[in-house]
């Protein structure tokens, strides 16, 4: 085996060592391969670019605004690898700044520490690092490898010594996967660089964004820096997710992440190829080989963390909406929606409960009753969930406010750049300070507040917003101090705002993990796993946390919604590729709110944005204050009846939901995905983002146009059977097809070769989960079809530890429906129904485990066959032509 890895490092070294890749002086570089080697906006000039030692000429045709004047050239002094040598872990190796006499980027560092670690057969990582001077690392919890893989096959890796580059190449294909040849590697105090070339141009993730799925790579910045900010596409927004993953020409696909919180841009280009910059931190790529787009996804979160497992009744309809001016207003919403029979299994309130907006509180006067309410959704199997910001109200009197008090005792608070007081900012409240979560007691700190809100009022999830962290005096209620090189770096990345601290706290403020210019975009993160520890010690249930800022490993801890999105049909339309962008960021708990929040919506538009959002993992009415109530009881009794039919569709869909959110809790696979995770070798499917599926079973293909009455969908090969007008069959060689789509229908497919959970819906997940079960079998051509059903009690948090749950796999073949069961549930979980698709004539008998069912043909050659069986015991249906 040390022979073998032997061979393997001597191979590396020749070739590292063998030849360069320099071109010589020259600017002669295609266009769509130039490097931008003067990102600042302003100012520019050809004398400075010059001075870098950078080529200058100017471009006049079609995206001259886009393609880079000022270019690295091929030869550019970068750095020189030398000292390359193999490690228990991988290689190693030192990085020597070339000499140069041209001006360089202000404090780059001389030497550097390469690292190559071989971490699994299909995840590596490259590690660039000053060796003198202890840098910023993201504080989160990663894989500890101890020692290389003894199975690199999937890969070759070749070092490029003068030059310094690296070249992984897949070796079943020959794809190289990454390439840091496409540009000088800088790396300086303030500014870190490394360009890769791409092997194809289906790039996807980068957010989090608000434009197509597919990532443009005509001259795309994509900005990361946490920021208060409405979704627009030439923003950063709330989030920051430096993950991308490509589908290669082939369907082959891999992934790459950059582990680093500091302010960054990830700029693609025609060529294709991808520019990191960042301003802070060290330079730390995880590469994922995949090959399939869901094991990419798999191998990202087995380093950033498997999403949590959610509450069952975390998967039901939500509903909340800020301008409830009353406890009591509230439950008359609450009371209109059960006697109209409209499934709702959670109630929220925005910050208008609160006393004075003040966190940990509620408005003795207005919201007198909000105890009762809460008492009352709970004896009607229903919860309960409220808004809490971050920021702390400082104005009260002290020992009247104990979340201010508390912090000031513990030292809780981040502190200015002096270090000798809580930064003040102002938020809803007023002037507020913010809790440090990087604070070791800030577990206990927030625990508390949690603690002595719910002892008053039992919540039983949290809805944490504004945790960018947003203030509404950029940088502190004093300004920012502005002479320092955290305020005013050498390079501030393109964010909104033009300045890091706008819409946000100072820089320079200082935490108990350091300061504030590193670790910003981490808070959102940071409180959620706080929140997510609180209710879990505090419940002793599974936590249910939604968060509106979010970071790799949030997926962890909750969810996220995306924000203040607009009542739009375009918005309606985008908010599909948030779904579908969150779950290959690990973060499947993700929906938007349904009809929009800001602006007044429509009946139309809000029953096709209900339908659409029952097909969220997490589904959500929410509004803003000003605008019109959105309810579904706030419409005709018409709508109403669409919304409850597209919510008893998605009550009984929900088992399947939930088994999804089982193998993505186990496996890092996602929940809601794109075409493109399912059929990479599909061109079209590459660049469908209208649509998306449930796992691999279920398509959904909603209404997104005012006035429609179709949908025209597309279809990949196979077959596809109707769910609401069951069995209607869509036999696709990988077409577009018009399907009909009245504004009473949602237009949901299963997809042949799959078997599907449901179950008989209620009003409520309480209610429902009493119902019995019914199986989908959808055949494919070959008449052959499996699938699978996770249940357990849905919110004990130990169920797989304490071997209490069921875990069944369904198979049909050769008219044979057959169950294994892995794993039992202490009560019984019965099946009462299985729908057969595809059935072209009635047959002479069924029989479960050689006994006689019931059995009727229905529309469309669907068999409705009724049983009655525990599912935590092996059966075998067979169906006698």
Same mark, same amino acid.
């Given at each position: !085996?040390?022979?073998?890895?032997?061979? !393997?490092?001597?191979? #590396?070294?020749?070739?590292?060592?063998?030849?360069?890749? *320099?071109?010589?002086? +020259?600017?002669?570089?295609? &266009?769509?391969?130039?490097?931008? *080697?003067?990102?600042?906006?302003?100012?520019?000039?050809?004398?400075?670019?010059?001075?870098?030692?950078? *080529? @200058?000429?100017?471009?006049?045709?079609?995206?001259?605004?886009?393609?880079?004047?000022?270019? @690295?050239?091929?030869? @550019?002094?970068?750095?020189?690898?030398?000292?390359?040598?193999?490690?228990?872990?991988?290689?190693?190796?030192?990085? !020597?700044?070339?000499?140069?006499?041209?001006?360089?980027?202000?404090? %780059?560092?001389? %030497?550097? &520490? #390469?690292?190559?670690?071989?971490?699994?057969?299909?995840?590596?990582?490259?590690?660039?690092?000053?060796?003198?001077?202890?840098? @910023?690392?993201?504080?989160?919890?990663?894989?500890?490898?101890?020692? =290389?893989? !003894? &199975?690199?096959?999937?890969?070759?890796?070749?070092?490029?010594?003068?030059?310094?580059?690296?070249?992984?190449?897949?070796?079943? +294909?020959?794809?190289?996967?990454?390439?840091?040849? =496409?540009?000088?590697?800088?790396? =300086? &105090?303030?500014?870190?660089? #490394?360009?890769?070339?791409?092997? +194809?141009?289906?790039?996807?993730?980068?957010?989090?964004?608000?434009?197509? =799925?597919?990532?443009?790579t005509n001259w795309k910045r994509i900005v990361f820096w946490n920021r208060d900010q409405g979704p627009d596409s030439n923003a950063n927004l709330y989030g920051s997710h430096p993950f991308y993953m490509c589908i290669e020409e082939d369907g082959n696909a891999h992934g790459v992440f950059l582990l680093n919180s500091n302010a960054m841009e990830a700029e693609l280009q025609p060529a294709p190829a991808l520019t990191w910059r960042t301003i802070g931190g060290i330079l730390d790529f995880y590469v994922f080989l995949g090959p399939t787009p869901e094991a990419v996804i798999e191998q990202y979160t087995m380093v950033v963390g498997r999403p949590v497992m959610p509450p069952y009744w975390s998967l039901g309809f939500h509903l909340c909406r800020w301008g409830y001016e009353t406890s009591n207003h509230t439950w008359d919403i609450v009371s209109k929606m059960r006697a109209a029979k409209i499934p709702q299994d959670v109630q929220w309130n925005d910050i208008d409960y609160m006393t004075s907006k003040r966190d940990f509180t509620y408005d003795k006067a207005n919201f007198d009753t909000l105890p009762q309410m809460v008492n009352d959704l709970h004896n009607n199997g229903q919860h309960y969930v409220m808004i809490i910001d971050p920021g702390v109200s400082n104005q009260e009197a002290t020992g009247t406010y104990p979340p201010y008090d508390d912090g000031l005792a513990m030292s809780i608070f981040i502190q200015d750049s002096t270090g000798t007081k809580p930064i003040e900012g102002r938020v809803w409240p007023g002037k507020t300070v913010f809790p440090d979560f990087t604070h070791p007691h800030s577990g206990a700190y927030w625990q508390k507040q949690l603690q002595s809100y719910h002892d008053q009022v039992p919540f039983d999830g949290v809805w944490i917003d504004m945790n960018e962290p947003s203030n509404f005096a950029d940088g502190s209620t004093a300004g920012c101090h502005g002479n320092s090189t955290l305020d005013n770096p050498p390079y501030v990345p393109d964010v909104t705002g033009a300045k890091l601290s706008a819409r946000t706290l100072c820089v320079d403020s200082k935490q108990y993990a350091g300061v504030h210019y590193n670790l910003h975009s981490l808070y959102g993160m940071l409180e959620m796993k706080a929140t997510s520890e609180a209710l879990v010690n505090i419940r002793g249930q599974r936590s249910f946390v939604i968060s509106r800022s979010t970071f790799p490993s949030a997926g962890k801890y909750g969810g996220h919604w995306n924000g203040d999105i607009l009542s739009t049909w375009e918005d309606l339309q985008q908010s599909i590729v948030s779904v579908i962008n969150f779950n290959l960021f690990g973060i499947p708990l993700i929906g938007a709110d349904i009809c929009g929040f800001t602006k007044n919506t429509n009946e139309e538009l809000c029953i096709r944005w209900m339908q659409l959002g029952a097909f969220y993992p997490f589904m959500r009415n929410h509004n803003d204050i000003l605008m019109r109530p959105q309810a579904p009881i706030d419409f005709s009794t018409d709508a109403q009846n669409y919304m409850r039919d597209v919510l008893s569709m998605r009550y009984m869909l929900l088992p399947h939901l939930y088994t999804l959110f089982y193998a993505a809790s186990v496996n890092g696979t996602t929940v809601a995905r794109g075409l493109f995770s399912e059929f990479p070798t599909d061109k079209t499917a590459l660049i469908v983002d209208q649509q998306f599926m449930w796992g691999q079973g279920l398509l959904i293909s909603p209404v997104l146009q005012k006035g429609a009455n179709s949908v025209h969908a597309y279809f990949p090969n196979g077959l596809w059977y109707e769910c609401m007008d069951f069995g209607t069959t869509i036999d696709s060689s990988g077409s577009w097809f018009d399907v009909n789509a009245p504004i009473n229908q949602t237009v949901v497919h299963f997809r042949g070769g799959f078997v599907v959970p449901g179950q008989y819906p209620a009003v409520n997940t309480q209610k429902s989960r009493m119902n019995p079960l019914i199986l989908f079998v959808a055949p494919d051509r070959s008449g052959n079809a499996a699938g699978s059903l996770y249940w357990d009690d849905g919110i004990s948090l130990d169920s797989a530890k304490e071997s209490n749950f069921l875990l069944a796999t369904f198979r049909y073949s050769q008219n044979t429906l057959t169950s294994e069961v892995a794993a039992t549930f202490k009560e019984s979980v019965k099946l009462g129904t299985v729908f057969l698709f595809n059935v072209k004539t009635k047959p002479r008998d069924v029989t479960l485990n050689g006994v006689s069912l019931q059995f009727r043909m229905i529309e469309n050659n669907a068999l409705d066959i009724e049983l009655s069986v525990d599912v935590n015991k092996p059966f075998v249906i067979k169906v006698l032509p």
């Open positions: !085996m040390f022979s073998e890895k032997r061979n !393997m490092w001597q191979t #590396l070294i020749l070739i590292a060592f063998g030849f360069g890749f *320099c071109h010589g002086n +020259s600017c002669s570089i295609d &266009d769509s391969e130039r490097i931008d *080697c003067y990102p600042e906006t302003v100012p520019f000039v050809q004398e400075n670019c010059e001075k870098r030692g950078c *080529c @200058y000429k100017p471009y006049e045709g079609e995206n001259a605004d886009n393609i880079p004047w000022c270019y @690295y050239p091929s030869d @550019y002094p970068s750095y020189q690898l030398s000292q390359l040598k193999q490690t228990s872990q991988g290689f190693s190796g030192k990085l !020597m700044q070339m000499s140069s006499t041209h001006q360089r980027i202000e404090n %780059e560092i001389n %030497e550097l &520490d #390469l690292g190559l670690y071989l971490e699994t057969p299909t995840r590596l990582r490259i590690k660039i690092s000053d060796p003198h001077n202890s840098r @910023y690392e993201v504080p989160i919890e990663t894989p500890a490898v101890k020692n =290389a893989t !003894m &199975d690199p096959t999937l890969y070759s890796v070749f070092f490029q010594s003068s030059q310094f580059g690296i070249t992984l190449k897949r070796q079943s +294909s020959g794809n190289v996967i990454f390439n840091s040849s =496409a540009g000088p590697l800088i790396f =300086a &105090d303030q500014f870190l660089q #490394l360009s890769t070339f791409l092997p +194809s141009k289906n790039i996807y993730g980068l957010g989090e964004r608000h434009e197509q =799925a597919l990532v443009s």
